[in-house]
């Protein structure tokens, strides 16, 4: 049960919802979007958020499509973990979304809720930033179509009272050569040691990564040495890993020097299966 009591609203247009975020706001009531609600509801539990007023994006269509329309596949925020990956109209976002936690936990899990959560991994980033995909944000002045890579350093992005609406992923990417590889501590389903979803891309590998740093990350340099056809394989790696962007994840789930150690194999698999 959450501790405390608070105001629901279920908008049913961008902009109802966004004018409502302002008003709340201004009262001071706090207020939170609301797609599947498993953060909120978990995070209230423990006392680490507060809010007087949730506003629930499933009422409104936008958030809620999947579909393929003008070359483009368009993914609604409210669009769950379980709905992407029985659609699996971009496979490794499928396969990505079903390990990030147990099917039932992915029911409620939206697209929006898990790119935009506080938890540090944010898996169903990685498949988005290797597409080069673009978000279309609600805000006080309207909808604005942005590259998702624009808004999102480690973690979204976004002015007070905007929110995801939908995910548009270029029709060509949903069916290049992929491949995602997670590892964690024991089960499969599990907060990941490192997860890396790589696509190739005009013969060229793109690669992004969770559980390296404590923020998922595309790097163009780690690309870089990745495809430079120059190196043997093995200075390939050595110098993507030289050239993380932050310090390696060191917890109980794994060391600095283990997940090394992990990552250097997991990128020889990206090499083996992408790379000829």
């Known amino acids: 049960m959450i501790p405390f009591n608070f105001e629901y609203y279920k908008p049913e247009t961008v902009d109802e919802a966004v004018k409502l975020y302002i008003e709340l706001n201004t009262k001071g009531k706090k207020p939170l979007y609301y797609g599947g609600g498993t953060e909120i509801i978990s995070m209230a539990r423990a006392y680490n958020v507060y809010t007087e007023a949730v506003i629930d994006i499933k009422g409104i269509p936008e958030c809620n499509v999947q579909e393929l329309r003008d070359n483009k596949l368009v993914i609604g925020s409210a669009v769950t973990l ?19 936690a147990d099917h039932t936990i992915q029911d409620k899990i939206t697209l929006g809720g898990n790119i935009a959560g506080t938890i540090i991994y944010r898996e169903a980033v990685l498949p988005l930033l290797i597409s080069n995909s673009e978000v279309i944000i609600g805000s ?16 979204i992005k976004l002015e007070e009272g905007e929110f995801i609406v939908n995910v ?16 964690t501590k024991s089960d499969k389903i599990d907060y990941p040691l490192i997860t ?40 390939k790696i050595n110098n993507a890993i030289n050239n993380i962007p932050d310090s390696i994840l060191s917890d109980l789930a794994g060391s600095d020097s283990f997940r090394k150690f992990m990552l250097q194999r997991m990128l020889t698999e990206v090499l083996d299966k992408l790379e000829g």
């Open 82 to 100: 379980t709905q992407i990956a029985e659609a699996n109209l971009f496979p490794v976002l499928g396969l990505t979304v079903q390990r990030i």
């Open 140 to 155: 006080l002045n309207g909808r604005k179509q942005v590259l998702l890579s624009d808004v999102f350093d480690g973690r």
């Open 168 to 183: 548009i992923i270029d029709n060509r990417f949903l069916s290049l050569p992929y491949l995602h590889v997670k590892r």
């Open 196 to 235: 890396l979803a790589a696509l190739k891309d005009n013969n060229r590998i793109n690669i992004a990564f969770s559980g390296v740093c404590s923020y998922p990350f595309r790097s163009s340099l780690i690309e870089d040495y990745l495809n430079d056809k120059s190196l043997p394989a093995n200075e």
